[in-house]
């Protein structure tokens, strides 16, 4: 399957999933004041931080199932799968224990009225563990099909439990429960497919060292890229008044798209270029594509936020919300620069290249300290996020682009060298 054709797939169902999500939050800022609205958004914000590990298992799933299937050991990939699964939901259950034991103080700190946000996200993290088993399982053995059919759907259910818990009576509390239940719903929907490796019980190479040698480096980069695209939400939210971390989070929410949207060529990047690079095939063309495509959605996007920030912002949220408009432009750049580095993330690991990782956490170390000096008003904020995006997008393309000169330098000398013979 080519690249241009699975990116549409993923592509079409992250839009599904992207407009049921939209629609959640359209429905939250209606029914929801402006300071429950952005406490529930720092709430899943710190939910995508502290579920950063599951980022790492898809990665690492995807890479050496994507291998496997390349030199077609189906047997290896049933054994991946089959631990993966009982191991993280091992580790799911010890990593929900400190949010049901400290939630009094992680309470204070985001100055939220209840304990019960904190108590849920501890849940969330579980189910977040367990089913990135299944979405990198799909995206190693290149079944699009199938975990567009996850991403879609569990955005739709996110969308109707949050409805009907919000309408039911359970306010704030049942809005951050909702993508708590859909997780599990998109566990349900992607087991489906991969029922069958549960029959296989050969006894196979373990992998274990490789694959954990491996998984540091995409723990490391994932912490830094989460931590690049969520910290600032968590830091308004303490920093600012309610009523300004809700303007904030409504300008975050709108405001990624221009990351989401080309989103699914980072998921169909990721086995393609893995399995290319195990065959020893030119992975450079895969990348010019990914970037092409991504930079042109991109684009269209903070395009329209220039042109109509107050439409925007008052179509989804309400003019409750306008006065956040004129922020939306220039948040929407910087996700432009997000949205180019999470492609060059993707590549390097697909090729086991880890350089780019001290470039991702000075950023975010020097993200972090800006913001707690420099936060003088959200324009602020908004302009320091979208200078460290920019640069750090700079200097990860200049070490690709040294890459791929050193990989057609050795393809010439090679060629060279075959024609001498």
């Not at 920030?309 to 919300?321: C, D, M, Q, S, Y």
């Not at 993330?345 to 000096?373: E, Q």
């Amino acid at each position: 399957m080519t690249l241009i054709k699975s990116g549409t797939i993923l592509f079409i169902a992250s839009m599904a999933g992207n407009i049921s999500n939209y629609l959640f939050q359209f429905f939250m800022s209606r029914y929801l004041s402006v300071e429950d609205y952005g406490t529930m958004n720092a709430a899943l914000s710190m939910l995508v931080i502290v579920a950063i590990p599951s980022g790492t298992i898809m990665i690492v799933m995807a890479k050496y199932v994507s291998m496997f299937k390349a030199k077609e050991e189906e047997a290896h990939i049933a054994s991946l799968y089959r631990n993966s699964l009982t191991k993280m939901a091992a580790v799911g259950a010890v990593c929900c224990f400190p949010f049901l034991v400290f939630n009094n103080s992680i309470t204070g700190y985001l100055k939220m009225d209840s304990a019960w946000p904190v108590i849920i996200t501890g849940i969330g993290l579980f189910g977040a563990l367990v089913v990135t088993v299944n979405l990198g399982m799909l995206q190693g053995l290149q079944r699009f099909y199938y975990l567009g059919a996850g991403m879609g759907l569990g955005g739709f259910s996110k969308l109707f439990f949050g409805v009907a818990f919000v309408l039911l009576g359970f306010g704030l509390n049942g809005a951050i429960a909702a993508p708590v239940v859909s997780v599990f719903a998109i566990f349900v929907i992607t087991i489906v497919p991969l029922h069958v490796y549960f029959k296989k019980r050969e006894n196979v190479e373990k992998y274990t060292k490789d694959i954990l040698l491996y998984g540091v480096p995409v723990l490391v980069s994932s912490i830094a890229f989460t931590t690049l695209t969520y910290i600032d939400l968590i830091i308004v939210k303490h920093i600012f008044s309610p009523e300004e971390a809700g303007l904030y989070a409504a300008v975050t929410i709108l405001g990624k798209t221009v990351l989401y949207l080309p989103g699914a060529f980072v998921l169909a990047l990721f086995p393609m270029v893995s399995e290319s690079h195990a065959l020893n095939n030119n992975t450079f063309k895969i990348l010019d594509k990914a970037l092409f495509y991504t930079v042109g959605i991109s684009m269209i996007g903070v395009l329209g936020f220039f042109l109509f920030p107050e439409l925007a912002i008052r179509v989804l949220f309400g003019n409750k919300f306008s006065n956040a408009a004129p922020l939306l432009k220039f948040y929407g750049l910087a996700m432009m620069f997000m949205a180019i580095i999470s492609i060059l993330i993707s590549f390097n690991l697909a090729r086991h290249k880890t350089g780019f990782i001290y470039s991702l956490v000075g950023g975010c170390v020097l993200l972090i300290i800006l913001l707690n000096i420099f936060h003088s008003s959200l324009f602020t904020v908004i302009f320091i996020i979208m200078a460290v995006n920019f640069c750090l997008a700079a200097i990860n393309l200049w070490m690709v682009y040294q890459d791929k000169k050193v990989f057609y330098s050795v393809g010439e000398i090679s060629m060279e060298g075959a024609g001498g013979k």
